[in-house]
């Protein structure tokens, strides 16, 4: 999924994000013990029949058994999330950059003001936050806290995010890194094409052929936007004995150069782009702005 753009994380940010993700390892490593510890421990004293001897109820049996299972259950979550971090901070140099177009639709996990009331009528209050993300796409992507903050609340940005190690509800899996504003002459109204969405029916298709190479069976062809008559390089490919391997690539591309791609130089005419755009299952995204070379195998 990180293969398919150009950008790369600068020293600065590798370097400050590697930080961060080997204390999360730690972090979850060390909630991982006990949690593992005491569902392991418990387990095999209950096997032994050290916890509740002969005769003891069915329903407390269950219990215990649940509650030991439940924390062996989150001990192996936790130390699963602690290899997986360490893991991926020792890739972050060459991990890449992605990212989406869109408004700064904000959020919170918890927000709190601290009012301090001095003489006369004067309060001074402080915000808290304990976490904050960017919704997009009907998915969340979590900013630090003082990126947050120079986020304005209204406006079209692109969001450069990476993706990382997460599990629902303890690590969101796309961190957003940087953004920058997205400026179009006044007045100008983008077409429906120029947006990630794909609607069949926006356009005449052209099929270009099969790509073979490397035994993909790509599909090729030119799409024609009926509103604003741009043409576009489309290619999609599934490798049918890989889970979530779907994936799709469009592409603006001049009227003489389509007449001139074939199945077998499609994905190099991708790779010349300044972007395209991208999606699919293997990105686990309906769409997204990308470059470089496209990830077309498996």
């Not at 889970?243 to 005419?269: C, D, F, H, M």
Request: aromatic residues 14%.
């Amino acid at each position: 999924m990180t293969e398919n753009s150009g950008m790369r994380l600068t020293l600065q940010q590798a370097g400050t994000l590697q930080w961060r993700a080997r204390v999360q390892a730690v972090i979850f490593g060390f909630c991982a013990l006990p949690f593992a510890g005491i569902g392991m421990a418990g387990i095999a004293a209950f096997s032994h029949g050290a916890l509740y001897p002969e005769g003891t109820p069915g329903y407390m049996t269950a219990a215990t058994l649940l509650i030991l299972f439940f924390f062996l259950a989150v001990g192996l979550i936790f130390a699963w999330l602690a290899v997986a971090t360490l893991s991926f901070s020792f890739r972050l140099p060459g991990v890449s950059v992605l990212w989406y177009e869109g408004a700064p639709v904000k959020a919170t996990f918890f927000f709190r003001q601290q009012a301090n009331i001095g003489a006369g009528s004067s309060m001074l209050t402080s915000p808290k936050l304990t976490g904050a993300w960017l919704v997009h796409d009907g998915k969340k992507f979590a900013v630090d806290l003082e990126l947050f903050r120079r986020i304005p609340d209204q406006g079209t940005f692109r969001f450069h995010y990476i993706l990382r190690p997460g599990f629902p509800g303890v690590l969101t899996s796309y961190q957003i890194i940087g953004f920058e504003p997205v400026l179009r002459p006044a007045g100008e109204s983008p077409c429906r094409c120029m947006t990630s969405s794909f609607r069949a029916e926006d356009y005449r298709i052209a099929p270009v052929g099969t790509e073979k190479t490397n035994g993909r069976f790509g599909d090729v062809s030119i799409a024609t936007c009926k509103a604003c008559g741009k043409q576009w390089l489309h290619y999609q490919v599934e490798y049918e004995a890989f889970e979530k391997s779907g994936r799709w690539y469009r592409g603006a591309i001049a009227p003489e150069l389509a007449q001139t791609v074939t199945p077998e130089n499609a994905v190099a005419v991708f790779g010349q782009m300044e972007w395209y755009f991208a999606g699919g299952s293997y990105f686990e995204s309906s769409g997204f702005r990308s470059s470089g070379a496209p990830a077309v195998d498996p």
